[in-house]
């Protein structure tokens, strides 16, 4: 087993223990929803991922051994990752969760993947248009979590 199937084998485990730890959360009448109901979605997303991780790699087991050529690690691109979001993470009581998320999201796919021409400027912009409106429909609309309004935006 690789490294990502002992990877995915432990964040499983440790989803599962901590999704059983939530069933002892004692609700209250007043609320609908008790204060296990927001972790164990996390933690059952997290549970199914990491177990479609372990089949992946059990399954990839099975293939033809491909060319093990080795891959140039970028680390300051992880680092500069790092910052990004640490920008991302201080920007939002100025900027609001829908601003610093569409900038964040568009900022990062252009890093990592930098557009050619405009065409790739318009997939960034859409993909983090969606992504911060989407997110903000279901935490803020759906769920009634309140996200950060932006001092500056009030937004």
């Known amino acids: 087993m690789s490294r990502d199937g002992i990877a995915g084998l432990a964040v499983l485990a440790a989803s599962l223990v901590l999704f059983a730890l939530t ?13 296990g109901f927001y972790p164990r979605i996390v933690l ?3 549970a199914l991922l990491s177990l479609g991780l372990v089949v992946s790699d059990v399954l990839s087991r099975k293939e033809k051994p491909k060319d093990k050529t080795k891959q140039k690690l970028n680390y300051p691109l992880v680092a500069i990752s790092f910052g990004v979001f640490a920008l991302y993470a201080a920007a939002l009581p100025w ?4 601003v610093a998320t ?7 796919n252009a890093l990592l993947d930098p557009p050619r021409g405009a065409k790739g400027w318009d997939r960034a912009v ?6 911060a409106v989407l997110t903000w429909l279901v935490f803020e609309r759906w769920l009634s979590v309140l996200l950060p309004r932006g001092r500056w935006t009030d937004f």
């Open 95 to 98: 900027l609001g969760f829908r």
């Open 23 to 35: 069933l002892d959360l004692k609700g209250s009448p007043m609320v609908p929803v008790g204060p």
């Open 44 to 46: 059952a997303l997290t």
């Open 102 to 108: 569409f900038l964040f999201v568009g900022g990062t």
């Open 126 to 131: 859409a993909l983090a248009l969606a992504t």
